[in-house]
Nanobody
Framework: VQLQASGGGLVQAGGSLRLSCVARERIFSHYRMGWFRQAPGKEREFVAAITWSLGSTFYGDSVKGRFIISRDIPKMTVFLQMNSLKPEDTAVYYC??????????????????WGQGTLVTVSS
């Protein structure tokens, strides 16, 4: 599955951004879609995940209550609405697809398809 992420940019602290991730091929009902982020010098961090069929959602502790993951099935698109942004949210954000849906939703190793990343910069 080819994934293309977009929507990143520069925003002031407290602001909002919405990221989009479009799949260029069919996403099957058993897939799980996720967003991860990686700040300079840090490991890739789990942000949020959603099951494609039921829309069950999962969030990392650092974004819980501020970010919302959703999907548009006909458009094969996953969104990440980011509210109350903080400077520590600055990172490259990646969308990913897990075609096996068998392990932990927060582990990068579970995802076998990745988008190219979109940069989010939050100024203080």
């Amino acid at each position: 599955v080819q994934l293309q992420a977009s929507g990143g940019g520069l925003v002031q602290a407290g602001g909002s951004l919405r990221l989009s991730c479009v799949a260029r091929e069919r996403i099957f009902s058993h897939y799980r879609m996720g967003w991860f982020r990686q700040a300079p010098g840090k490991e890739r961090e789990f942000v949020a995940a959603i099951t494609w069929s039921l829309g069950s959602t999962f969030y990392g502790d650092s974004v819980k209550g501020r970010f919302i993951i959703s999907r548009d099935i006909p458009k094969m698109t996953v969104f990440l609405q980011m509210n109350s942004l903080k400077p520590e949210d600055t990172a490259v954000y990646y969308c990913a697809a897990d075609s096996a849906y068998s392990g932990s939703y927060s582990r990068t190793e579970e995802y076998d398809y990745w988008g190219q990343g979109t940069l989010v910069t939050v100024s203080s």
